[in-house]
């Protein structure tokens, strides 16, 4: 069994690399490791040959203020052996700034490989006829590699080499080897994987930020995520009210104010305020009031009328601007805080406490 750990996001360290365990996962042995600032963010074997084998090895760590996703020791890695030995792939790959990459491999055509790579020239669908040995940029389209660092999804048809899968915000298919895409349907955006049955290539589960959807069709209808309960809540809050409500903001959808007890009216929830990051928190004594906050916009929502006021505080948005240049650097989630001993005093953090 091989793993490819990234280690911890926030900080260099040297649990960064490749692992591989020869007695079902008692004891682990590192085979690849680049720094302690770089990790591995994928692999695959060669099929038909499972002593081949190909790593991704991303420079990616996450700061409060930024994200660095690239450097110029990322970059693709080959081993021949099982993973005693590794080399580095050039032959027509980017060889400056590499940042997050995923490979594909159909079983149909196992010398070719596929490459999706985020990199400063150069990013884009790269595609291998020889192994890894020699490399073609088949596609630059910004679309295919976009926010690279939380996406570069990557899957290609097990019997149809030429059938390639990219996801990100979007889902896109390619039949052609890459060389052209479609934009296809699916239930929910974000998408982060796909897995489709050797043995049929018309059954596949794609996985996004709404759950994992079924396809019998090739990806031209897909089954409803409306029977998963895989709401991802950030943090919750509660009121002081019988039956009390819990208000939670959830990843990649609204918020939501839901009753701990059936009201008897035929309403199994509401939607809060603002957006997906949260938080959201009622007033304390007034709970038809609740304060929200959304990637650093701070809101203000009336449940009684559904008016809702919504702005940055310092009139100025964390998106666009650099770190540099913000007067006040909210996070995505920004801590809010109702004070429990004045339920019209709210607290808002940047690299500051706002009242």
């Given at each position: 069994?091989?793993?490819?750990?990234?280690?911890?996001?926030?900080?260099?360290?040297?649990?960064?690399?490749?692992?591989?365990?020869?007695?079902?996962?008692?004891?682990?042995?590192?085979?690849?490791?680049?720094?302690?600032?770089?990790?591995?963010?994928?692999?695959?074997?060669?099929?038909?040959?499972?002593g081949?084998?190909?790593?991704?090895?991303?420079?990616?760590?996450?700061?409060p203020?930024?994200i660095?996703?690239?450097?110029?020791?990322?970059?693709?890695?080959?081993?021949?052996?099982?993973?005693?030995?590794?080399?580095?792939?050039?032959?027509?790959?980017?060889?400056?700034?590499?940042?997050?990459?995923?490979?594909?491999?159909?079983?149909?055509?196992?010398?070719?490989?596929?490459?999706l790579?985020?990199?400063?020239?150069?990013?884009?669908?790269?595609?291998?006829?020889?192994?890894?040995?020699?490399?073609?940029?088949?596609?630059?389209?910004?679309?295919?590699?976009?926010?690279?660092?939380?996406?570069?999804?990557?899957?290609?048809d097990?019997n149809?080499?030429?059938?390639?899968?990219?996801?990100?915000?979007?889902?896109?298919?390619?039949?052609?080897g890459?060389?052209?895409?479609?934009?296809?349907?699916?239930?929910?955006?974000?998408?982060?994987?796909?897995?489709?049955?050797?043995?049929?290539?018309?059954?596949?589960?794609?996985?996004?930020?709404?759950?994992?959807?079924?396809?019998?069709?090739?990806?031209?209808?897909?089954?409803?995520?409306?029977?998963?309960?895989?709401?991802?809540?950030?943090?919750?809050?509660?009121?002081?009210?019988?039956?009390?409500?819990?208000?939670?903001?959830?990843?990649?959808d609204?918020?939501?104010?839901?009753?701990?007890?059936p009201?008897?009216?035929?309403?199994?929830w509401?939607?809060?305020?603002?957006?997906?990051?949260?938080?959201?928190?009622?007033n304390?004594?007034?709970p038809?009031?609740?304060?929200?906050?959304?990637?650093?916009?701070?809101?203000?929502?009336?449940?009684?009328?559904?008016?809702?006021?919504?702005?940055?505080?310092?009139?100025?948005?964390?998106?666009?601007?650099?770190?540099?240049?913000?007067?006040?650097?909210?996070?995505?989630?920004?801590?809010?805080?109702?004070?429990?001993?004045?339920?019209?005093?709210?607290?808002?953090?940047?690299?500051?406490?706002?009242?």
């Amino acid at each position: 069994v091989y793993v490819a750990a990234q280690g911890n996001p926030f900080v260099p360290n040297v649990e960064r690399g490749v692992y591989r365990t020869r007695d079902g996962g008692r004891s682990w042995q590192k085979i690849l490791y680049v720094s302690d600032s770089t990790g591995a963010t994928d692999l695959e074997l060669q099929p038909g040959h499972p002593g081949v084998i190909f790593a991704a090895m991303w420079h990616g760590q996450r700061m409060p203020w930024t994200i660095v996703s690239g450097a110029y020791e990322g970059g693709i890695y080959k081993s021949s052996d099982g993973g005693d030995s590794w080399v580095k792939l050039g032959g027509g790959l980017p060889d400056q700034l590499f940042g997050r990459s995923n490979v594909a491999i159909s079983r149909a055509m196992p010398n070719r490989i596929y490459a999706l790579i985020e990199a400063k020239p150069g990013g884009g669908l790269y595609r291998s006829e020889d192994s890894g040995a020699t490399w073609t940029l088949v596609n630059a389209s910004p679309s295919l590699w976009t926010r690279p660092f939380y996406y570069t999804t990557l899957g290609v048809d097990p019997n149809d080499p030429d059938v390639v899968y990219v996801g990100d915000e979007g889902w896109f298919k390619s039949t052609d080897g890459g060389k052209t895409f479609r934009s296809e349907p699916v239930p929910h955006g974000d998408n982060h994987d796909l897995w489709i049955n050797p043995e049929n290539s018309d059954a596949m589960i794609q996985a996004n930020d709404g759950g994992a959807n079924v396809s019998l069709d090739g990806g031209r209808t897909w089954s409803s995520q409306l029977n998963q309960p895989t709401a991802e809540i950030y943090q919750v809050a509660v009121d002081s009210q019988y039956p009390y409500r819990v208000y939670g903001a959830q990843q990649d959808d609204n918020t939501l104010i839901v009753p701990s007890l059936p009201l008897g009216n035929g309403q199994e929830w509401r939607e809060g305020p603002v957006c997906e990051t949260g938080p959201i928190i009622p007033n304390t004594i007034d709970p038809d009031t609740v304060y929200g906050s959304c990637k650093g916009q701070f809101s203000r929502l009336n449940l009684k009328t559904a008016n809702e006021q919504q702005y940055w505080v310092g009139a100025q948005s964390l998106y666009g601007n650099g770190g540099a240049d913000l007067l006040y650097r909210f996070q995505r989630v920004s801590p809010l805080e109702v004070s429990p001993y004045d339920p019209n005093t709210v607290y808002y953090g940047s690299q500051y406490v706002h009242r």
